[in-house]
């Protein structure tokens, strides 16, 4: 999340902004608290994936294919998941490759493509990696929260996110 | 924000993992709703933006770069600012260069390297696509809580920035 500023910029209006809401100083605070809370916890996350030589991407891919019947997703289908450009998945993919977490198959009869597979070792991997990463999202995160902050963050957001994924799947 | 699973994964758990502390069912949506609406409002306000020929991160700068003394920063606080490599945010600055948005100068009589610099263009730019920014970020996120719900969500996230931002300084 990368876009801090929707006050007013502090020069004198032209006409055309007279109209422009603007956001008052407590939705300011609340938004940027949004975004800074959500960077620097992919900061922090990403930091401590990497005492396992992960990537936050690379983890996100793991348990995407982890959960997926046979281990294993359609490369197109697996780019709308993790919300990446198909160029973008391919080239890390390829990494993913290269370090034996991943498999690239194509599947006899399909012809829509490629395949991602998880592998044994992408697996054991993600079994071994999982605890420390769900270790740092309770010390950074959920631990920092009470059950009612929980449930009312929840459902506040809930809502969000059926709004969001209803204007994707339309695009 | 990319990392969704933290619950076990569907296996038995070796030793080792018995002091996992997964994620209970409520915590667990709790966390993936969170994802979920960082990364869909991420992907939402870029394709507002891109009607701008703008991205997300050029916007960031530029705002950045409009709210600091004469609009300009070094570009080593820049990448701090920004949450940024110095390498990504020189290729960025790069092309935001070459649309006329930003410019590079070395600043006499300073040893520590170059500044960004707002240009006019860059100033009218942000003026004139600030606006239609503001409405997204109502329209999507803002205006989709209640007062009540913006202050809860503001006093839980607050704390949790301050730790994190505490962290990262000492890294």
Redesign the interface.
């Known amino acids: 999340?990368?876009?801090?500023?929707?006050e007013?910029?502090a020069?004198p209006h032209?006409p055309?902004?007279e109209?422009?809401?603007?956001?008052d100083a407590?939705?300011q605070?609340?938004?940027r608290?949004?975004l800074?809370?959500?960077?620097?916890?992919?900061?922090?996350?990403s930091?401590e994936l990497q005492a396992h030589n992960l990537a936050?991407?690379d983890?996100?891919i793991l348990?995407?294919l982890?959960?997926s019947p046979e281990h294993r997703m359609r490369m197109t289908d697996l780019a709308t998941s993790?919300?990446q450009s198909k160029s973008r998945l391919s080239h890390q993919i390829t990494r993913m490759e290269t370090a034996g977490l991943v498999l690239r198959q194509e599947c006899p009869g399909d012809r829509r493509g490629l395949y991602a597979h998880l592998t044994e070792r992408g697996w054991e991997t993600?079994?071994k990696v999982?605890?420390d990463?769900?270790?740092s999202?309770?010390e950074?995160?959920?631990d920092?929260?009470t059950?009612e902050?929980?449930?009312?963050?929840?459902?506040?957001?809930?809502?969000?996110?059926e709004?969001?994924?209803a204007?994707?799947g339309r695009?």
Do not use: C
């Open positions: 999340m990368d876009t801090p500023v929707t007013a910029p020069v032209s055309a902004e109209d422009a809401p603007w956001l407590r939705e605070r609340f938004w608290a949004h800074e809370v959500g960077k620097l916890l992919e900061h922090q996350l930091r936050i991407n983890y996100e348990v995407v982890s959960e993790t919300m993600l079994r999982a605890p990463h769900v270790r999202v309770r950074h995160f959920v920092r929260l059950d902050q929980l449930d009312a963050m929840y459902a506040a957001l809930a809502p969000i996110a709004h969001l994924r204007l994707r695009s």
